[in-house]
């Protein structure tokens, strides 16, 4: 299950929505700690170099553990 699905179930959830298939890029984030792998995402939203520095779209992020992620827009700039 994506975290954008774990994250949109949470009561108040921390993350905008878009296409929820990894186009659009509303829901960028970036893991702080944790294993993971991703699905194919948009490089007009992830680069390479972003990707190797922690960035995804929560739509294509898979957990392979426990997941310590960001949402805040100034910790993504």
Sequence with gaps: V???ISMQQQPQH????GCRGG???VCKVR?????YH????SR???SEAEQKQGYALACCLYPD???EVT???SDLV
């Design 2 to 4: 994506p975290v954008l």
């Design 14 to 17: 921390p993350i905008k929505i």
């Design 23 to 25: 186009g659009c890029g």
């Design 31 to 35: 893991i702080v700690s944790g294993q």
């Design 38 to 41: 991703c699905s194919k995402m």
């Design 44 to 46: 007009v939203h992830i």
């Design 65 to 67: 553990s426990d997941l």
């Design 71 to 73: 949402t805040k827009i």
